[in-house]
């Protein structure tokens, strides 16, 4: 905990997160814990700031396709949701699927494409673990599992700890208004 005398405490409020850890919540910057932080090694080099708090109303592979209300996840007793014309299997193909059927396409690299939204699934040991999903900025955003959305400058931030590497990036054209 911090001491009290440290500014980013006395600038701003206290708070209790999802599960009872304190949060500080000012005008500056908001970050995650420090055991969080932690957790994936080039988060803090790579920079990231929160954007949102923790909640268990959805997930990383939802968030990146656009909904906050449900998890999605291709779990074989089908309690998470699903599109139903992919087969529940843990599998990148699978992923890629699911995404297909939101208009997504598999695409070359993370660059910016002016016209475009993209996301990136990332494998570990041959199974997919998380979705990222590219901002109109060119930096990404991420659902931490039950955790807080961040958003990051690249993909790299959240690579290794429990997500692996992002191995596959979608595309899909950006609706016009």
């Not at 790579?46 to 449900?70: K, L, M, P, R």
């Amino acid at each position: 905990m911090l001491a009290e005398s440290t500014p980013e405490i006395s600038r701003g409020w206290r708070t209790r997160g999802l599960h009872g850890e304190e949060r500080r919540v000012t005008s500056e910057r908001v970050r995650l814990t420090q055991e969080k932080e932690q957790r994936w090694p080039h988060l803090v080099s790579e920079g990231y700031t929160v954007s949102s708090t923790a909640t268990w109303d959805y997930n990383c592979i939802a968030f990146a396709a656009g909904v906050e209300t449900e998890w999605w996840w291709p779990d074989a007793d089908g309690q998470a949701k699903w599109p139903a014309s992919v087969k529940r299997e843990e599998r990148l193909e699978r992923f890629a699927e699911a995404f297909e059927t939101l208009g997504y396409q598999v695409c070359e690299g993370d660059l910016l494409e002016p016209g475009y939204e993209k996301i990136a699934i990332y494998v570990r040991e041959g199974v997919p673990t998380h979705a990222a999903k590219q901002l109109p900025d060119g930096t990404w955003k991420s659902k931490l599992g039950s955790w807080e959305d961040i958003e990051h400058r690249t993909l790299k931030a959240v690579e290794d700890y429990v997500y692996g590497k992002a191995v596959l990036c979608l595309k899909r054209k950006l609706a016009k208004l």
